[in-house]
T-cell receptor, first 118, second 112 residues
Framework: GAVVSQHPSWVICKSGTSVKIECRSLDFQATTMFWYRQFPKQSLMLMATSNEGSKATYEQGVEKDKFLINHASLTLSTLTVTSAHPEDSSFYIC??????????????FGSGTRLTVV | DQQVKQNSPSLSVQEGRISILNCDYTNSMFDYFLWYKKYPAEGPTFLISISSIKDKNEDGRFTVFLNKSAKHLSLHIVPSQPGDSAVYFCAASQGGSEKLVFGKGTKLTVNP
């Protein structure tokens, strides 16, 4: 259980275009989803926390107008990189939190999206 | 300000031996800790977690120890296998379902 599906797994786009990444919880309802970014050989950097039906909470230094997050349902959150530039090239990962009687609560991650802006 | 620190960027052990990965944290409000394993270009895979009310949690070959007074936790893998070779991230959260704060990771290499 607690499977998170993230699409696409990789995408190449031209500078100035927008790219949408989807994150779905397949077998549970995710009230809260998180979006991370990972640069090569570095840790996962939290970009924003997305709550169903409300505006996302962005971490300091993350441009909310550039990285649009929508969490319209309990099973889907999307990250749109608007007007992408080469410096936006990175590995983006989503995560959803869940709770159970066995492990209290946990976090499941998607498989990530490799974005390359050319 | 790094709230979760993994001071060893890499660790190399022999197959069959114990791997010990360490993690320190500074925020005393953290009450839930997790270890994840990650391969390049993939999302992290959950390994094991521990609540602050416990000092040890075991799951098969993986055991996590928590020392709250020292704000330190460690992941023990016994016996280590070549398939365990990956980057291991320590993460912490404050309260249920709150955001995770990650360490920088430790790259574990298990040699056959």
């Amino acid at each position: 259980g607690a499977v998170v599906s993230q699409h696409p797994s990789w995408v190449i786009c031209k500078s100035g275009t927008s790219v949408k990444i989807e994150c779905r919880s397949l077998d549970f309802q995710a009230t809260t989803m998180f979006w991370y970014r990972q640069f090569p050989k570095q840790s996962l950097m939290l970009m924003a926390t997305s709550n169903e039906g409300s505006k996302a909470t962005y971490e300091q230094g993350v441009e909310k107008d550039k990285f649009l997050i929508n969490h319209a349902s309990l099973t889907l959150s999307t990250l749109t990189v608007t007007s992408a530039h080469p410096e936006d090239s990175s590995f983006y990962i989503c995560s959803a939190s869940w709770s159970s009687a066995e492990v209290n609560y946990g976090y499941t991650f998607g498989s990530g999206t490799r974005l390359t802006v050319v | 300000d790094q709230q979760v620190k993994q001071n060893s960027p890499s660790l190399s052990v022999q197959e069959g031996r114990i791997s010990i990965l360490n993690c320190d944290y500074t925020n005393s409000m953290f009450d839930y800790f997790l270890w994840y394993k990650k391969y390049p270009a993939e999302g992290p895979t959950f390994l094991i977690s521990i609540s602050s009310i416990k000092d040890k949690n075991e799951d098969g070959r993986f055991t996590v120890f928590l020392n709250k007074s020292a704000k330190h936790l460690s992941l023990h893998i016994v016996p280590s296998q070549p398939g365990d070779s990956a980057v291991y991230f320590c993460a912490a959260s404050q309260g249920g379902s709150e955001k995770l704060v990650f360490g920088k990771g430790t790259k574990l290499t298990v040699n056959p």
